[in-house]
Structure formats: structure tokens, C-alpha cells
């Protein structure tokens, strides 16, 4: 069936009696993700291995283009946590110039899908392989941080888990004191905010009030303040983005077209598949919380073009790989917006904030960033699933933990692929055992009275396919010496291994001169047999229900 293009932003549905009320909602709603994605998007570019404005200017490029573009009314679009172990391993072995065009083809990929409507598929990845690889990618973050959490002297940072953990442990000697403590107080503010000032205000009501309005602001603005102000004030010795990066430009930056090779692109193969399948996960699982949240169904194809639009444009601007994100959505939500328009207030502001106080961005220090991605990384894992795995089975347990491990110690690449392999043999082992046959007695179908040796009544439950031939191959084994019947109505699918297992029984019968009767042959059983040619061996021999296939047999 041919399915026409269709590329619908629900930017324009949702703008359908728009007004001034709404209007406001969003503008509130869009100045509060603002507050939150500002100290994210830095701190994600830093730990990625790019400059912190690489970050900001995803947010601004990538976060407009999203929510002008995308399927969902309240998603916010930039760069995301899951991407920071992909694209630092990219930076380290192939260079910023590739990962420019790694994710431009990974957008172009993540346009693709949504064109050929492939957004369902993507929820079809077993729950087992996202946890496992989030928890695996959360462990990375916080550990990719422990670095400019204890203020330690290392040159340059291995991209591998073993890697990491010996770069740290041979320059452990070389801790600041003061970026640990600067990291820590951060740390304790960001976890705190919510929670101390509404047991520090008491039971006065005025008080409660203020301390109310004040919780609503992020702890890690809260703690990016204090720890600039303090570290500037003071004079701390504690790296900050000035004395590493040299600031950030108050302008976006212009357009650039990195040396493209087909070469290159070659090697990029697997990065830009992974950045596209992670992008289409996170956004699409994201896209599903708000609908959740605001009782709306968002549409995936939209959103995985949407997505692959900005992919597309923003590395050309500096940017680094996007989707959406969850924390900053859930903010959204929260703050009342009704529309995509809190979306792109929300990348306007941005943009305003490096075009007026860029350069007050040179003073914060790195160790808060480092306490704020701690967090984000605590709040990204589903730590409760491993207490969990003793109540599901053994085969969740297996591709959950292997996940988790291989994510961690070697490649999310490797991680997922194993993840998806493992999940489809565990379904098609699951889908195997409940496929089927019991065999009908003389209480069931009269009929069959005195005839157990000369004919024999078999009613099929389940699939029959190249996981469950056995099935039909262990009826060969049994065979009556007069008729067999197979009552095919339970039987809800058959693929075209199946189909040529049941032609095998057919000639086997032939050849021991038993004749094959089968019943409830309707559906996808009888369409796979129409084309594969086993309805003409069987025509003969077909009958409507069970007990006309038991009484034919019974006369043969």
C-alpha cells in the first residue's frame, strides 16, 4: 500500500485558537527551561571533549528547529546526557572535523526513518536493553567527571573505561582541595534546594510563600551563582571555563563546511548509526513521558524528521548531536506549557544570554559542572531495576546486566547489538514454547473410539515457524496407519519455514500412504499457504472445522 509523504509539524495544530493566555504560559514556561538547559548544555559539551558554547549553541539551533519541527507539543529538543560517551569517543579517535559530519549523517538517517515511518519500530526495543545501557551511560557521565570534580591534573582523558580508571588512579596525588570543595558545596546546593528552603521557612506563611516561589528555581542555577561569585570573589584556585576554553563568543558562529571524504564517511559508519539510534530512542521515549504528562499522543514520524533536520544543520554551526531530553521536557510540562512556542522562547533566551552576558561565562568554575552532571547522571539511571532483577526471569536478567557491562567497560555500539540479539532469541524461544499440539481422545470427538493406532487428531496452538518445526517434525515420528488430522484454527501465524515443514509432513504422509486432513486452515495460515503453494497439496483434503476433518478421517 502506498503511503503518501506527509510532513505536519504540530506547531501549526497546536497554534489552532492560540492566544494571549497561552501565549504567556509559554513564555514562562520557555524562560524556565532556559534557566535549567543553561548550565546542562555547557556542562554536556565540556564532558563530551568540545568547548562549552558547542553545547549552548546546539540548544539554540537544535531546540528551535525541534520545536518548530517536531511531532510533539511540549518536547524540548538539544544536547542530552545519553550522547556524552558517543560523541567524546568520536572527538578522541576521529577528530571534531568527523564528528561534524558523523552527526550530519546520522541526521539525514534520523530523517529517513521518519520518512519511511519507521518511529513505531523503535518502541519494540526490549525495556531490558534501554536500561541497561542508560544505567551504563549514567556510570560513564560520572565517572568522565571525577576528573574536574577533584580538580585533578591530567592532561588529556582516555575515552575507554579502563582507561579512565587508570588516568585517575596515577594522578589521584594531584588533587585541588579547592575544586573539591568548591565541587562538593555545589553538589550539596544542587540535591538541596528543593528540600531546605521548605523546611527553612517554617510554619509562617509569608515566609512559605517566598520559600516556594524560590524552590522553583533549578538548584544547579542556584549553585552556578554562588560557586562563580565565590570562586571570582575569592580568587579560588580552581580551573574555570576562561583559564580552559578562553570564554565563550557572544555571537553564534558562522557556517562551517568540514573536509568531507568518502573515506572518512566509511569509518563512520557504525558512529553515525549509533548517534542515530540513540537520538531516535531518547527522543521517542521523551516524547512518550510528555504524552504521558499532558495526555496527548505525539506523532514519531514527525518528530524523528524534526529531529533529523536539526541533526543536519546545527554541526555546520558549531554544534554537537541532539534530541530530545527529558529532564528539560518534564520542566516544560511542569511550568504550564501549552505549545511548541515554549520551545523556541526557550532557544531565544539562550541566545539572548550569549549575546548579552557571554562573557561572564568565563568564571564559572568547571568543578560545579562537574557536581551538576554527578546529578544528572544519579537522576539519568534506573538504579531501582538491579534490586529488581530477582523478581523477572533469568533471560531479562542476563540481557539487562550484559547491557549494563558492556556499555560500561567497552562500546554502547556493542552493547545495544548484543542487547537486540539476545532479546530476539529470547523471543524466539519464548514464542517457541508456546507453540503447541494436544492431541484430541475419543471423549473430545466420538469418533476416534478403538481407531488410537489407525488415526490420530492433533489441534495446533500458537506459530508455526522456524523456531517451532519441531513441532511438525516430532508428528512425523507418530504417524497413524490410516489418517492424521490437523486442526489449524489456533494456530495465528505461520512463516514460510513452517509452511515448508507442513509440506514435508504432506509428503511424508504420502509416501506412508496416510492420508493428511487439516481443518481451521483461515488467516495468515491460509494466505502464507495460498503463495507458498502448499494449499494446492492439501486442497483435497481441507475441511471447515475439526469435526468433519475427524469424521473424514474416520471413514478413510
Known sequence: MHVPFSF????????????RARFLQDLGAGLTVAV???PLAMAFAIASGLKPEAGLFT???????????GGSRVQIGGPAGAFIVIVYGIVQQYGVANLIIATALSGVLLFVMGLLRLGTLVRFIPVAVIIGFTNGIAVLIA???????????????PGDFFGILGALGNHLSTINPWATS??????????????????????????????ARLARVPGSIVALVLATGVVAGFGLPVETIGSRFGGIPAALPAFTLPAFSWESARFLLMPTITLALLGAIESLLCARVADGMIGDRHDPNQELMAQGIANFITPFFGGMPATGTIARTVTNVKSGATSPVSGMVHALVLLLVILVAAPLAASIPLATLAAILMFVAWNMGEWREFARLKTYRLPYRITLVSVFLLTVVFDLTVAVEFGIFAACITFVYRISSLSRAERLTAAEQPLLAGLDEQVQVWRLHGAIFFGATKLIESLEDQLPTRALVLDLKNVIYVDSTGAEALEALSKTCETRQVRL???GLVGQPLDIARRTGLYERLQADLQPDVASATAAAAAT
Open 517 to 519: 486432513i487439516v481443518s
Open 59 to 69: 540548544a539554540i539551533i537544535a531546540g528551535f528547529l525541534i520545536a518548530l519541527l
Open 143 to 157: 565517572l568522565s567527571q571525577v576528573k574536574d570534580f577533584l580538580g585533578l591534573s591530567i592532561p588529556k582523558m
Open 8 to 19: 505536519r509539524p504540530r506547531l501549526h495544530a497546536a497554534l489552532r485558537g492560540y492566544d
Open 36 to 38: 535549567v538547559a543553561l
Open 182 to 211: 568548591v565541587a562538593v558545596v555545589s553538589l550539596a546546593v544542587v540535591v538541596g534546594w528543593q528540600r531546605w528552603l521548605p523546611a527553612a521557612a517554617g510554619r509562617n506563611a509569608v515566609v512559605q510563600r517566598w520559600a
